[in-house]
């Protein structure tokens, strides 16, 4: 379980690098490209906060299983 959670953050990490990276290299204005990558860099926050949220509610579930 600690493996995948590693595994899981690696790939999310590389993948908002990787977008930001390509956003940076496209013919767009500056402040274009900005408002983009805040945009994305956002969506992701939201997303990563969202699969913690149930990470904690799964790891709770199984606590209080464990606690019957």
Same mark, same amino acid.
């Given at each position: 379980?600690?493996?995948?959670?590693? #595994?899981? $953050?690696?790939?999310?990490?590389?993948?908002?690098?990787?977008?930001? =990276?390509?956003? =940076? *290299?496209?013919?767009?204005?500056?402040?274009? $490209?900005?408002?983009? #990558?805040? +945009? *994305?860099?956002? +969506?992701?926050? +939201?997303?990563?906060?969202?699969?913690? +949220?149930?990470?904690?509610?799964?790891?709770?579930?199984?606590?209080?299983?464990?606690?019957?």
């Amino acid at each position: 379980m600690k493996n995948t959670g590693i #595994i899981i $953050t690696s790939l999310l990490g590389g993948l908002i690098v990787g977008s930001a =990276l390509t956003m =940076l *290299f496209t013919p767009q204005s500056g402040p274009e $490209t900005r408002k983009q #990558i805040k +945009d *994305f860099i956002n +969506d992701e926050i +939201d997303k990563m906060k969202n699969q913690v +949220d149930k990470v904690h509610e799964q790891i709770e579930e199984a606590r209080c299983k464990c606690e019957h």
